[in-house]
């Protein structure tokens, strides 16, 4: 265990709001480790940053642990409440950094590919704050599996007010929309969460998937998976195309899949990003990982890191992380230098675990990418004196309404379907239901990307136009409801 200080460049600021708050705590957390082996013991590293002007009272990190996962030890004084790990780590000054680790024994009946999560809570929480046209509403999305009958996502606004405006969600199975609907102005001083729940899942991995109303001071996109909930995994994989943030910024989600072993130096930037492309939105936040490991004859006393970070990725949003041994940092003309000036890496062949090794970091897109733009990342490795030798490049395509466009039925048993056309539609789109309540009373709900409902239709005899009239160029959101309750979603886009 060590405490330092965090090394801040002057010009890496965490969120202008911050910069005001100088009268409060502020903590960040971040976790990771170098991956998940079955069978075996995985350290976990937490880095706890104090980012506020004020020292933190009290501090504090809670981390539930999952089924696959078991509490072995920990580096400074711990203890295991209701399956939760939870260090209580007194004061911590402003801008001080505290680095310390826990060993989990995996679970030996996990397989490769599939997919574990780790959750990491910091308090003291978010200090009092505004930020301008922010209604001071905090939206956080938990999920629970309740199989083998549901799924349930649990909004809640955990914030000071109440929402001004409605939003959306979008749940997708695998990679297709499932479903999209309404978020309510949810008012933390009445009922202060919704529960919308997946029906008999079957394994598959199941993707939430909202924003926080316009103006919050973290507008980071809200977006929540589970897997192999109702049955073993039925598709592994998918958990890691999306980012996992709950919505908490003093929270941390650290997922990887489960691998055969660990071995060599690479780098991995999370989350993967949708379907072949690696397809990102421009508000996503990376969290890239660099590894290295000595394969050796001798200890390396000194690991040194160069990344050339792409000239798209917001440099005032870097946020150093959990890593596996002290280290100092600094970043001149987008290239990150790191280095562990006192690593001591055993060869392989002597300690393989403790030749091992890893540094992670934060960072997100500027918001002017251009869409299609290709984000690519090399780190070289470098131990002790040797030559630097290359990681793997982390590929990302930066996008919009890339999730594949299909209606989805969910558990309609034939009930309500909709026939489309066309899509993308120019001047009108023809919607032509079908199944036993087809001929009922039917809303269609059309909603914006902000969740905003901009058209309500009914019909009664199977069929709707659409007409396009004041519609913006751009995806909408349906939603479709018969009188008797089936429901079916789905998207649409609005060409120029």
Not at 104 to 121: N, Q, S
Not at 165 to 182: C, K, Q, W
Not at 341 to 346: C, D, I, R, T, Y
């Amino acid at each position: 265990m060590f405490r330092h200080f965090c090394f801040f460049l002057a010009f890496l600021l965490v969120q202008s709001v911050l910069t005001a708050q100088q009268d409060c705590a502020f903590l960040r957390v971040s976790l990771a480790t170098d991956g998940w082996v079955a069978c075996d013991n995985a350290v976990c590293r937490i880095r706890l940053c104090n980012e506020g002007g004020q020292a933190a009272n009290n501090a504090r990190v809670e981390i539930p642990l999952p089924a696959t996962l078991g509490f072995v030890s920990s580096s400074l004084p711990s203890f295991l409440f209701n399956n939760r790990v939870i260090f209580n780590l007194g004061t911590l000054a402003a801008g001080d950094c505290l680095d310390f680790s826990m060993t989990l024994a995996v679970d030996c009946g996990v397989e490769p590919g599939e997919a574990i999560c780790l959750v990491a809570k910091a308090t003291p929480r978010l200090c009092p704050s505004a930020a301008p046209g922010w209604d001071g509403s905090d939206l956080q999305v938990y999920a629970r599996c309740y199989a083998p009958d549901s799924i349930a996502f649990v909004v809640q606004n955990q914030g000071a007010g109440a929402m001004s405006v409605a939003t959306s969600y979008i749940i997708t199975e695998d990679h297709l929309m499932r479903e999209i609907g309404p978020i309510p102005e949810i008012d933390p001083s009445g009922v202060d969460s919704l529960v919308i729940p997946v029906h008999l899942p079957t394994g598959k991995t199941y993707t939430f998937q909202t924003m926080q109303t316009p103006g919050h001071p973290f507008p980071q996109p809200i977006s929540v998976s589970i897997e192999g909930c109702g049955g073993p995994p039925q598709s592994r994989g998918y958990l890691l195309q999306y980012p996992q943030h709950s919505g908490d910024v003093h929270s941390d989600t650290y997922c990887d899949a489960v691998s055969a072993g660990i071995m060599g130096a690479d780098k991995t930037g999370f989350p993967l990003g949708y379907g072949a492309e690696h397809w990102i939105d421009r508000a996503t936040v990376l969290d890239y990982r660099i590894r290295f490991q000595n394969t050796g004859a001798t200890t390396v006393q000194t690991v040194t890191l160069v990344d050339t970070l792409s000239d798209w990725l917001d440099l005032s949003t870097f946020r150093a992380g959990a890593a596996s041994h002290l280290y100092t940092f600094s970043i001149q003309n987008h290239v990150l230098t790191v280095v562990f000036p006192a690593a001591q890496l055993p060869p392989a062949a002597v300690n393989e675990p403790a030749s091992r090794g890893f540094f992670t970091f934060h960072i997100g897109v500027l918001p002017g990418t251009p869409a299609g733009t290709v984000l690519e990342n090399t780190a070289l490795v470098r131990l002790d004196a040797q030559p630097y030798v290359p990681s793997d490049t982390t590929r990302h395509r930066v996008g919009a309404n890339f999730i594949t466009t299909r209606v989805l039925e969910p558990n309609n048993n034939g009930r309500l379907s909709v026939q489309l056309s066309p899509n993308p539609m120019s001047t009108s789109a023809r919607f032509v239901f079908s199944g036993t309540e087809a001929q009922e009373s039917i809303l269609v709900q059309l909603f914006d990307p902000a969740g905003r409902l901009v058209r309500s239709l009914e019909t009664r005899a199977g069929a709707l136009v659409l007409e396009r009239e004041q519609l913006a160029a751009g995806f909408y959101l349906f939603r479709c409801q018969s009188r008797s309750g089936a429901v079916l979603a789905g998207k649409i886009v609005v060409g120029q």
